[in-house]
């Protein structure tokens, strides 16, 4: 009698601390780590990791105390591997993370190597590897995917910087156009290019910043902000009066500076200050390819040359570059490869050629082209995207429903800066196809 009752006391038992547990799990993740992954994955840390050393190179070996005779050991002990020494793994809301001594002669590139082992032997959704000081390299795991279900991170808001969504960390990505002027985002279709556009907007549009689209897809998903918008050119010939009417506006904003003996517009008194510019082109290839003719090859080439002139230029102006597109390779003319020199910012969404998530990221981290070219096509709005600081970040842009982001344009329409010298040349534009 007293076994049944036991036994019936440890299945509700069970059972309780199964449904607890996968109550905590769905709604308090974090705690649910601490409780139960944390402790699992710190021992298999602790247990894996002379093997995991061993295996991936990152052990020396002890010498033995009688040396040796070519290649042979002579006397002594067997020579033993030595794996680099470890602190205790420290729990974090999202993983862990795990100090390493280097070896004498060791470099954190080894240990970037070993981080898909890592992953495997620890059964934790990604290792990251950093080295916060020399001679020491941090290994930062997550348990699981943080951008499945990312949740809305905050930030101090400031001028010309947007939040876009939250980081693999958990932190807020921020898009602060003082810090980096200029961006390139590339994505291939439906990984959520345009939306991150639209959140862009969005945060720009309550700013005192005026916004200029370029979308040459016929101003299809630009259009829809156009009441926020100074100017928004829908073709190619658009685009080049457009970026003809700032590069001269970029050269008064010069004369301006010149003349208060200043070098960027944000030195200048409130008063004599311009509105900051923020230029936003959908679909890049679609100003640089050309359909043979002369007319053509010279239109493209024209706009690459405003767009170059206006990275290089426009940062301490106050003109800046948001430039989107599905692919960015040079096969687009070698103005392409010159304008991503200028572009600082950087994120690459999942890509259907390697060419454009090396052309992306390649020249800043290598590492950051494998683990976007791993972006799947369920993982819509997730994106590689970098950091002010020169590293680099997995990140998933909060999805803002387009009736919002319309709406949010729309409400704020009534503040829209008037360029007019950019509306001048688009109605000389029309004047002209009359
Ligand atoms: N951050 C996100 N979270 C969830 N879903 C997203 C996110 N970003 C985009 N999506 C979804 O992915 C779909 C495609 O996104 P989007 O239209 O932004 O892609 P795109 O790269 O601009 O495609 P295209 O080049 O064809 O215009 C959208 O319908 C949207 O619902």
Known sequence: MNGAIALAFGLALLAWVLVVGDLLRRHRPAWHWYLTGYPLTACRVLFTWRKVAMLNDLSVSRRPHRGLLGDLVVKGDPLRPVAPRISFPRATPLGLTVVVRLHAGQTPATYLKAAEAFVHAWKVHAVRVTSPERGLVLLTATAS?????????????????????????????????????????????????????????????????????????????????????????????????????????????????????????????????????????????????????????????????????????????????????????????????????????????????????EMTLGDLNKDAVTVAQSITATERGVAVCTGPDGGWSRARSHLTPTEEAIAIAQRNSGITPELPAIRRALVALEGDDK
């Open 145 to 357: 995917d943080p951008l499945e279900r990312p949740g809305l991170a905050t930030a101090p808001t400031a001028l010309l910087s947007a939040l876009i969504g939250a980081l693999e960390s958990g932190g807020a990505w921020v898009m602060d156009l003082r810090l980096v002027p200029h961006w390139l985002i590339a994505g291939a279709t439906r990984s959520g290019k345009s939306t991150l556009l639209a959140r862009l907007i969005t945060q720009l549009a309550p700013q005192p910043v005026a916004l200029i689209g370029i979308d040459c897809k016929g101003g299809m998903e630009l259009g829809l902000f156009a009441g926020r918008l100074s100017a928004l050119a829908t073709c190619r010939r658009e685009a080049v009066a457009v970026l003809a009417a700032l590069v001269v506006d970029m050269q008064d904003r010069m004369s301006a500076c010149r003349s208060a003996g200043v070098r960027s517009i944000w030195e200048l008194p409130d008063t004599l200050r311009p509105v900051p510019v923020v230029v936003i082109v959908d679909e890049i290839a679609e100003l640089y390819l050309s359909d043979g003719t002369r007319e053509s090859k010279a239109e493209a080439e024209q706009c690459s040359v405003l767009l170059l002139r206006l990275a290089q230029l426009g940062a301490a102006l106050g003109l800046h570059l948001v430039v989107a597109g599905q692919r960015v390779g040079s096969d687009l003319g070698p103005g392409v490869t010159a304008l991503r020199a200028q572009l600082g910012g950087r994120i690459c969404h999942r890509v259907n050629d390697p060419g454009t998530a």
